[in-house]
């Protein structure tokens, strides 16, 4: 592999495009190629972002001998059948989450990765960001004593959206929890490992998507009250408290750059800048592993992927969220 890594991205929506733009900001990183089911769509992205090739077919990009890794960047719904097109030629894969819009898809894209010898990874950058990273440091260090209750909701008015977009499509895995519902529930997972008991309910829209889930997950001496939600935009702060203190992660709290932390009477705030979007975190981590012939993440892990989505799907379960093509 040559001194940097280079990129290919498929699926040219808006998430790819704040992904290139972060990209670039990396010096060890080239964008070589990307590719849409629209030629045009990929010549417009590829003269925007200055990669090497457009092509208008996935397939194009992923038999392309000068890719190293593939950023996965469709609707939910596509992410499986992309990633494991990508594997099999052996390209890395950074996969947009989820992972899998289920379990079975999820151990497929792994079980691949593993046949393969690939490394592979969920994009859940908030798990790279400086201040949930500090955060998690903190706590584990025992600063707030046992964690007793964490509180974390993700909110923004979508109910105006296209019918037929990503959004509110069942077609396309769309609706609140794959999309936005599943960076509270990282967290908790992050904090306080899989819950013993989860308590939940949704709402849904007209198409058929679930638009607003709120959950309550019991853990043998923690509580976590989770939100979200398409109806409304809500404040997108965190908290994690414990014997000794509390954490509150800044709005919006999944992309934070500051912490502040109270123990007894007394706080500290902690300015902890992203670099770029964010993005450029996760794209660091890749990379190192990359450089150390790491076929995952020791950060975020295969199992920490599997244990996510066996969560969501639990919560899907609960509430009758299903997608049409499962």
Request: aromatic share 10%.
């Amino acid at each position: 592999m040559p001194t940097n890594i280079r990129w290919g991205i498929v699926g040219l929506g808006k998430i790819a495009d704040t992904f290139a733009k972060d990209l670039a900001l990396v010096s060890e990183a080239d964008l070589v190629a990307v590719a849409s089911r629209s030629l045009e769509k990929a010549q417009a992205f590829k003269n925007t972002h200055n990669s090497t090739f457009a092509f208008g077919s996935y397939e194009e990009l992923f038999t392309c001998k000068e890719v190293d890794v593939v950023y996965v960047a469709t609707p939910h719904s596509h992410h499986a059948q992309l990633a494991i097109q990508a594997m099999e030629h052996g390209k890395h894969v950074l996969c947009e989450k989820p992972m899998g819009v289920n379990r079975e898809e999820t151990s497929r894209m792994l079980n691949v990765a593993r046949e393969k010898q690939v490394f592979f990874m969920e994009a859940l950058w908030s798990r790279f960001m400086p201040a949930i990273v500090r955060a998690k440091e903190l706590i584990d260090s025992g600063t707030l004593g046992d964690i007793r209750y964490l509180h974390a909701d993700f909110a923004f008015y979508a109910l105006d959206r296209d019918q037929k977009g990503r959004i509110l499509n069942p077609e396309l895995a769309g609706g609140s929890l794959l999309d936005i519902g599943i960076y509270p529930i990282f967290l908790s997972y992050l904090i306080l490992g899989k819950p013993d008991k989860i308590q939940s309910t949704s709402k849904f829209h007209a198409t058929g998507a679930e638009i607003e889930t709120s959950m309550i997950f019991q853990y043998a001496n923690a509580q976590a009250l989770l939100y979200s939600g398409f109806s409304c935009t809500s404040e997108m702060k965190a908290m994690v408290c414990g014997t000794k203190g509390t954490i509150y992660i800044h709005p919006r709290w999944h992309e934070a750059q500051e912490l502040t932390l109270q123990i007894g009477e007394e706080t500290e705030s902690m300015l902890l800048p992203k670099t770029g979007k964010g993005y450029v975190h996760e794209i660091h981590e890749v990379h190192k592993c990359l450089n150390n012939g790491k076929l995952q993440s020791a950060l975020w892990s295969h199992q920490n992927s599997l244990d996510l989505i066996e969560t969501l799907d639990l919560v899907r379960l609960q509430n009758g969220i299903r997608f049409p093509f499962e």
